[in-house]
Nanobody
Framework: HVQLVESGGDSVQAGGSLKLSCAAS??????MGWYRQAPGKEREWVSS???????TYADSVKGRFTASKDNFKNTLYLQMNGLETEDTAVYYC??????????????WGQGTQVTVS
């Protein structure tokens, strides 16, 4: 049984900061990460943390967003600094498992709205 419960979405001013949280149940994922989807846009990848401990970011957020994980709380975070209006979207936490030889995101949180104005 796997559940991802997100929180932290809010309305903020451009240039501000926000920290999203994703409380995860279950272990053994090959990766966890964040995606986002703006109205009328496709869901896009934001950041991933692999089981090997590496963290990667989309070019659009690199240098502004930082993903981290609290292993004691089994919680994934996304610290977002220097927010821009283009960051407005519903942000989703995701967990990946091995599938057909690849690490694929299978479990998703409910999404949390981030609005930057």
């Amino acid at each position: 049984h796997v559940q991802l419960v997100e929180s932290g979405g809010d309305s903020v001013q451009a240039g501000g900061s926000l920290k999203l949280s994703c409380a995860a149940s279950g272990y053994g994922f090959c990766g966890m990460g964040w995606y986002r989807q703006a109205p009328g846009k496709e869901r896009e990848w934001v950041s991933s943390k692999t089981s090997g401990g590496t963290t990667t970011y989309a070019d659009s957020v690199k240098g502004r967003f930082t993903a981290s994980k609290d292993n004691f709380k089994n919680t994934l975070y996304l610290q977002m600094n220097g927010l821009e209006t283009e960051d407005t979207a519903v942000y989703y936490c995701a967990a990946a498992i091995q599938s057909r030889g690849a690490c694929e995101y299978k479990y998703w949180g409910q999404g949390t709205q981030v609005t930057v104005s």
